[in-house]
């Protein structure tokens, strides 16, 4: 991979988000999940390892083809993907969406209609997981090519849920790429009402 991003994918991690764990163990069995800017599948990977069916969808289709690479040949089976921004992409219903760290990424003009389908793509009892750049973030409010929120309009967008975790970070650390940097990030784990 030569993009900007195949230097933060190599360098933030391969285990999965804690979120995604959490969220993953509130379910009784395996269903279908959809994983938003999936990345090369650090939680697509988890979510296969527990029997879980997936819809992988990034950008970067250097990323998907190193998730289909690192998902072997059982993985695979179970794994469908899509190598499309999240805001254009199309999926079903399904029991869980998550989008760890991605969600920002879509532009301030198309957030809005993501997030109509991806509460649209969820019945009742089935969850989102994720996170929100809030206000204070040190990107915010940057070029506009990134949206951020208030922990009002992020408790706002969650209307239709019911709030298993709502967590805020609002602290200077660094980035995975080990640059300075202030974080203020809403953590959600949500279950459709």
Known sequence: MTSAWARYYAASGEEPRQTLLDAADRFDAP?????LGCGT??????LLDRGWRVLAIDS???????????AGEDGRRRLATEVARME???????????????????????FGGLWERIVGSLSSGARFCGQFFGDHDDWAP?????TFQTRSEVERLLAAFVLERLSEVDEDGLTALGEPKHWHVLHVIARKR
Do not use: K, N, Q
Request: proline share 10%; glycine share 10%; with cysteine.
């Open 88 to 110: 254009d992409a199309i999926w079903p219903e399904t029991l869980l969406v998550t989008s760890s760290y991605a969600l920002p990424f879509c532009p301030p003009e198309r």
């Open 31 to 35: 269903g279908h999940a959809v994983d």
């Open 41 to 46: 599948g650090r939680d697509t990977l988890e």
């Open 142 to 146: 940057g070029d506009g090519d990134m």
């Open 60 to 70: 970067e289709p250097d990323a998907i083809g190193a998730l289909r690479e690192r």
